[in-house]
């Protein structure tokens, strides 16, 4: 088990970084018009992820797709096989 | 990070001064559209913007569709006619001046956005044979194929676009800078408009504006009944940095504003009840008109406005037997019977034939190049749709030949909001304007959602271009005027008070903003009763007096988040004195009086403050004239220069 630590609880984490292809050019932080991130180390920080409206801008500005947006889970929608339907409805 | 450490030099303070003929304060497509035409008019031009104007504003991650474009080259609408119908369809309650001005230079605006590199053809011939093609423009249309107003565009190549030609044009543009006030002559409330200030979201530096003609392009106000702590970037249908600080320091100002009474019960807030939009199975927008079926898989059929089912996809884009168009879009939830259009059965007779919910959105029983038009490209180009939607359900595996998208609700709407959470939506209210698009404030110009009326973005960008045509105009013929030092001082203790504040007593924006929210669901909700209205005002003017002094910011970010809130505030107070101002219901500004007097409903109520107390006149529905008469009279200047274009 890992060391205990004090955090603010993140309603969703929106952006996530692939530290292994991220350049750290700031390109998505600059785009982004809520000012989300905060310029970090390694990567930009999404130093306020509850502010964004999830347009997918700084995923489409990075050159290197190491960013990954998703929805808060509440908002991830679903969908399933047409035929699934069709063959309960027959059942 | 420490959590002391804030990345960006402190410079809350230091004053930069600047000067422009024109002025645009709001970076989204109305400001950049704005911008543009101005710098080409050989103005000099400063453009502010809060965000970063590359992708800013509501339409700043793209748009799939662009409305009443009546004069492109295909459109069988003269755009007087489809003025007409957008006025008649509102009982007159929108707004003729700016919304002809869409119907008759939206297709420039087109034109001049595809100069600069947005795409809006189907270049690549993808599309090729597909109904809502010409092939000969290689244009492509949305719901009403025949009269060919709305066309499909590929808009999230359109904002880079138009901020890197502002660039080339010379317009210097101040990212990050958010303006908190209007400068008027003298510091005078209701006087000609000189400039703004604003400040730094990073730094803090405090920036003067001084210029000959001011253009407000800001967004439409938010977070007015709805907020989300949690969420507050989810929690509106626009950005969350689409606040109304326009709206507020116009009317700080003496800006007159109209239609203010104007709420709808709120539609969309993924904060909450319903979904990011298009990220859910529908039928409307950007999925008209895809095909609905119920949990067993049965196809829920659609029918014209006379109830007769239509057998066809293809029948799904065409007006109805002996109707000349219909109209679909943003601003029309439900349009009266001769602006009708195809649409699913609605859900209570879905019900009674025993249609059985969960419903979903299927693609697969499309035209292959219908299902590819509505996913991949509508359903890509659209805001917020390219990454979170098309991009990562593809990724996850989902094939719109196979897999039917589930709608939550129980039509094309993904939730059902209780009638006290509302929402500006649906042509709000904003600033009144003239046929210059000039507000009551001599030198401030007003474009795109800032208007009274808005809706989508061709009106932003129509609008843009044509108050960037009159705000150079009128910086060519006055001369600038000095800034009133006192008012500027004034603005700077106002902006930075909160830096100073106590943390330990003082409030934040998110306990403020709810506090709001709250407040107006409570006092200003579907009923609009004087003793409700009244507490609501009481209520609202204690937060000011007592909860603003003492509100606090940590840094430049947060304190924009609070100005921000403060300005919610201020519009929340206008919406309170417009609902008093009305006396009777009216049913297509959705409001509801049951204390009403039984009269008639007012023709539009206009509200402004002078001296610090509210001003409130009656203007007729059709204040704007004889459309075309006016338009032509006001500007000949450009319809030579077309004809000499030509």
């Not at chain 2, 991650?61 to 474009?69: K, R």
């Not at chain 2, 109805?320 to 939830?333: C, E, N």
């Not at chain 2, 180009?381 to 709608?407: I, M, S, W």
């Not at chain 2, 203790?493 to 709001?516: C, F, H, M, Q, T």
Request: charged share 25%.
């Amino acid at each position: 088990m890992s060391e205990f630590l004090f955090r603010q609880t993140p309603p969703a984490e929106p952006i996530q970084f692939d530290g292994e292809k991220c350049t750290n050019c700031g390109r998505c932080l600059e785009v982004c018009m809520i000012d989300v991130m905060l310029p970090g180390e390694k990567h930009p920080i999404a130093a306020y992820p509850d502010e964004c409206w999830y347009c997918g801008c700084c995923v489409m500005e990075c050159p290197e797709g190491a960013i990954r947006l998703r929805h808060p889970l509440m908002n991830q929608t679903r969908w399933v096989e047409k035929a699934s339907l069709l063959k309960k409805e027959k059942e | 990070m420490e959590k002391s450490q804030w990345p960006y030099e402190n410079r809350a303070g230091c004053v930069t001064r600047l000067q422009a003929d024109v002025l645009v304060l709001g970076g989204g497509v109305a400001g950049c559209m704005a911008a543009a035409q101005a710098a080409r008019r050989g103005q000099s031009v400063i453009l502010v913007e809060k965000g970063a104007a590359k992708r800013s504003g509501a339409g700043g991650s793209g748009c799939d569709h662009w409305e009443s474009a009546a004069t492109n080259p295909c459109s069988t609408v003269s755009p007087e006619a489809l003025l007409k119908a957008m006025m008649d369809d509102n009982d007159g309650y929108n707004n003729a001046i700016s919304h002809y001005i869409e119907c008759r230079e939206g297709w420039d605006a087109l034109l001049d956005i595809e100069r600069m590199g947005g795409k809006i053809r189907d270049t690549e011939d993808e599309f090729k044979g597909a109904a809502f093609r010409d092939e000969k423009t290689k244009l492509m249309f949305a719901y009403d194929y025949k009269s060919r107003v709305t066309l499909r565009i590929w808009g999230a190549t359109f904002k880079p676009a138009m901020a890197a030609a502002c660039r080339k044009l010379g317009v210097r543009v101040f990212d990050r800078v958010m303006a908190t006030t209007l400068l008027t002559e003298g510091g005078r409330q209701g006087g000609r408009c000189v400039g703004a200030a604003g400040f730094h979201t990073r730094t803090g530096e405090f920036f003067v504006f001084s210029a000959k003609a001011v253009i407000m392009a800001m967004s439409r106000p938010a977070r007015v009944w709805l907020f989300s702590s949690g969420h507050p970037g989810l929690c509106e249908f626009r950005p969350l940095q689409c606040a109304g600080d326009g709206h507020a320091m116009g009317w700080r100002a003496g800006a007159e504003f109209n239609m203010m009474e104007k709420s709808v019960q709120a539609e969309f807030s993924a904060a909450g009840r319903s979904f990011p939009p298009y990220s859910t199975g529908n039928n409307h927008n950007t999925w008209y008109a895809a095909s609905l079926i119920d949990a067993a898989g049965r196809k829920i059929p659609y029918a014209d406005r006379d109830g007769r089912l239509l057998k066809t996809v293809e029948e799904r884009y065409l007006p109805a037997p002996g109707q000349d168009f219909f109209l679909k879009g943003g601003a029309v939830t439900q349009a009266k019977y001769e602006f009708e259009g195809p649409e699913t059965l609605p859900y209570e007779e879905l019900k009674k034939q025993g249609y059985r919910l969960a419903f979903y959105a299927d693609l697969s029983d499309l035209p292959e190049l219908e299902r590819k038009v509505i996913w991949g490209m509508m359903v890509g180009q659209e805001g917020k749709t390219q990454v979170p939607v098309y991009q990562n359900f593809t990724e996850a595996g989902f094939d719109p030949r196979r897999h039917v998208l589930q709608c939550y609700g129980t039509g094309w709407q993904s939730a059902q909001f209780l009638p006290k959470e509302r929402q500006l939506f649906g042509l709000p209210g904003g600033f009144m304007n003239d046929w210059d698009l000039m507000t009551n404030l001599p030198g401030l110009f007003v474009a795109g959602d800032a208007l009274f009326a808005s809706d989508c973005y061709g009106h932003a960008a129509a609008t843009g271009s044509y108050a960037g045509r009159k705000a150079a105009a009128y910086a060519r013929k006055n001369q600038r005027l000095p800034l009133c030092e006192e008012q500027i001082e004034a603005e700077k203790r106002r902006v930075y008070a909160p830096l100073s504040a106590d943390p330990r007593e003082g409030v934040s924006w998110k306990e403020l903003n709810e506090a709001i929210a709250k407040a107006m669901q409570n006092y200003c909700g579907e009923q609009k009763r004087d003793e409700l209205l009244l507490s609501g005002v009481e209520l609202l003017e204690r937060y000011e007096r007592e909860v603003i002094p003492k509100a606090f910011a940590a840094n430049p970010h947060e304190l924009t988040r609070l100005l921000e809130v403060f300005d919610i505030l201020t519009v929340a107070q206008v919406i309170l004195q417009a609902c008093l101002s009305r006396r009777q219901s009216c049913e297509k500004l959705e409001f509801y009086r049951p204390d009403g007097d039984g009269a008639e409903p007012a023709p539009f109520i206009c509200l402004r403050q002078e001296g610090g107390r509210v001003l409130r006149r009656q203007v007729p529905l059709d204040y704007a004239g004889d459309v075309k008469e006016n338009y032509e009279k006001h500007n000949r200047d450009y319809i030579e220069e077309k004809e000499a274009a030509l």
